[in-house]
């Protein structure tokens, strides 16, 4: 190789690493800069502190009162507070409607739940909650009165 080409080809070298550094900064300032204004918009959603963006983010799903509905059961429980951590999970877990009611007075009176839904949703929706880890989901009719009868 003479060095006429050597020097042709150390420049078309210097050439292509000094883009793919510039295209590699403007990736890092892409994401930086979608990142800031993420964090930015979470921070000032509604016009809330990050404390409480954060904590509308992490509450669960009631019940709408009086309302019988289908939905899925994602676990039951003996307790209120293990049952708030699993409806909790699920919410963290992308499951947006979950939440825990009181149906009985047995041993787990609790159910923990994901969807108010129409009956023609419930399949979807219970794959879902079985694809993100719930396994044993099932479903279920919510009764106004609060009793659950399973399908």
């Given at each position: 190789m003479t060095v006429a080409r050597r020097r042709s080809a150390d420049l078309k070298l210097r050439s292509e690493m000094r883009k793919v550094r510039l295209l590699t900064v403007a990736a890092v300032a892409i994401v930086v800069?979608?990142?800031?204004?993420?964090?930015?918009q979470l921070a000032v959603a509604g016009g809330r502190a990050p404390e409480a963006a954060a904590a509308a983010i992490s509450r669960v799903f009631d019940w709408p009162t009086g309302v019988s509905a289908?939905?899925?059961v994602l676990a039951t429980s003996a307790?209120?507070?293990?049952?708030?951590?699993v409806a909790r999970t699920a919410r963290n877990d992308g499951l947006p409607q979950a939440g825990y009611i009181r149906t009985g007075t047995g041993s787990r009176p609790w159910i923990v739940f994901s969807g108010v839904l129409a009956h023609a949703a419930t399949k979807a929706a219970e794959r879902r909650a079985r694809g993100v880890g719930f396994a044993h989901a099932r479903v279920a009719f919510v009764h106004k009165n609060g009793t659950v009868s399973y399908s």
């Open positions: 800069l979608g990142f800031g204004f993420a964090t930015e289908w939905t899925i307790t209120e507070a293990k049952a708030s951590v």
